[in-house]
């Protein structure tokens, strides 16, 4: 089950926060190999995790730490698309309204788990959070900067439009694509439904070969 | 800086997404991509027709029949070195490119395509959370894309590609095919080797019971033996590796 994290109660969280830091530095920096400027070591958090923030975290209670979490910004506040990444915007300037947040440091530990179901379920639990967060809150679209994995799989999900077109500069060769995509009552529906179908969902990803068998890293 | 093609990206993307029919789809994509020199699209799902026949995946071509049919028959997929290419890698590319790794059989798969007017084209690959699930394919003959021009037939490529998926599946190789969890464990034994007799004294039960195991799995899989019931199980990472 997912923790929404909000400005007004963070200090019920600080544990969750802390370790939400580290589980992002864990991913991100040593798994993805990112350069993060001006992070302490082992521990991720940047000018982009304001007092604005909202974060939806999942705990595994086995594990006593997080294994997933989401940041999401105001965009009528500096966020990483107008600070950053404003120039990826190619075809359409990115959103800044009330109504839309940018969602970024999307990260799920996928090296603890064996097992692509529940690796699966605690992605739909991150994805359920953070849709749940925009619908009761009036946020009807999310922006972002994906990888271009996440971008077709989010196209299962959310209905997205790009912002711009992918760029490639960083040494791994993938593309970033910065996307904008529609939250609304049916994107939940899709979301508990996929949940609620985790076994056929992932079954299904596995023969069309969309997903590895074993999710543990090599 | 926005691009000058942005409304004619949008438009094709937004065209596709709101699309209810797979003609649509191909109509708003057709148009989008001639702008940019192509005339032939060929896209699809990326699996091994030895295995699957092409009419149980994802295939939406403009290419001549007699073509489609010449690379059905003698399965040029499996030495396309696009489609080959495609399978590794990150980015779109142009077919010339792919001639770098081509085998004598793949140069003669390309040379094929280009008999029927087909001289040029680029594949953009589309990628799932592990790997490449399908590719587009667009052909042509004088193209002169730019790197944003690039980018942007990607981006409407992937938008055909995900919507053309979801009008047209799931696909019958998509379905699924349940195997026991007994049936499952035995297969499993047999891709290490194991002879019926092992498997029987492993899981302790008859070696005619794995034998009738196998079979059922085999009947499942629209398998023809043992070692295809095997490789296609491991394919279909049904089994470890």
């Given at each position: ?20 830091h580290r589980n992002r ?25 304001t007092r604005h923030t ?165 | ?20 029919t797979s003609g649509d ?217």
């Amino acid at each position: 089950m997912y923790q929404t994290i909000t400005p007004e109660n963070r200090a019920e969280h600080t544990e969750t926060i802390e370790s939400m830091h580290r589980n992002r530095y864990d991913v991100c920096v040593r798994q993805w190999g990112w350069h993060i400027p001006g992070i302490e070591p082992g521990y991720d958090k940047d000018q982009f995790d304001t007092r604005h923030t909202v974060y939806i975290t999942v705990t595994d209670p086995n594990l006593r730490k997080v294994v997933a979490s989401t940041r999401l910004n105001p965009t009528t506040e500096p966020h990483m698309l107008s600070e950053l990444f404003a120039d990826y915007c190619t075809l359409q300037p990115y959103p800044q309204r009330a109504d839309t947040w940018e969602c970024s440091r999307y990260v799920i530990d996928r090296t603890l788990y064996n097992d692509p179901v529940k690796e699966f379920k605690i992605r739909c639990n991150l994805g359920i959070g953070m849709t749940q967060y925009c619908i009761d809150n009036g946020i009807t679209q999310l922006s972002w900067l994906t990888h271009q994995r996440l971008f077709n799989l989010a196209r299962r999900v959310w209905v997205t439009e790009p912002l711009g077109a992918p760029v490639r500069d960083t040494p791994d060769g993938w593309a970033w694509i910065p996307a904008v995509s529609k939250i609304n009552r049916a994107t939940n529906a899709r979301q508990r439904e996929r949940l609620a179908n985790a076994e056929d969902v992932v079954a299904e990803l596995i023969r069309t070969n969309s997903i590895r068998k074993t999710s543990r890293a090599a | 800086m926005i691009s000058k093609n942005s409304e004619r990206v949008l438009g094709a993307i937004r065209g596709i997404q709101n699309a209810e029919t797979s003609g649509d789809v191909q109509r708003i994509f057709s148009d989008f991509v001639e702008f940019f020199g192509f005339t032939h699209i060929h896209l699809g799902q990326l699996v091994n027709p030895a295995n699957v026949p092409q009419s149980d995946i994802l295939v939406v071509s403009t290419w001549p029949d007699e073509l489609l049919t010449r690379r059905s028959e003698r399965y040029d997929l499996m030495h396309d070195p696009v489609a080959l290419g495609a399978l590794r890698s990150k980015r779109p590319f142009r077919w010339q490119k792919a001639m770098e790794w081509a085998t004598r059989r793949g140069q003669k798969v390309v040379d094929q395509a280009r008999d029927y007017g087909i001289k040029d084209g680029y594949i953009f690959p589309v990628h799932s959370i592990d790997s490449v699930s399908g590719a587009v394919s667009l052909g042509g003959d004088k193209l002169d894309l730019s790197r944003s021009d690039l980018g942007e037939v990607e981006l409407v490529s992937l938008a055909a590609y995900a919507q053309l998926e979801n009008l047209l599946g799931p696909f019958p190789y998509q379905r699924l095919v349940d195997l026991s969890v007994r049936e499952a464990e035995v297969i499993q034994f047999a891709a290490a080797g194991k002879t019926n007799r092992d498997i029987a004294a492993i899981l302790n039960i008859q070696p005619d019971t794995v034998n009738k195991t196998i079979l059922r799995a085999a009947a499942k899989l629209g398998t023809l033996n043992r070692a295809h019931t095997v490789a296609t199980a491991i394919a279909k990472n049904m089994i470890f590796a």
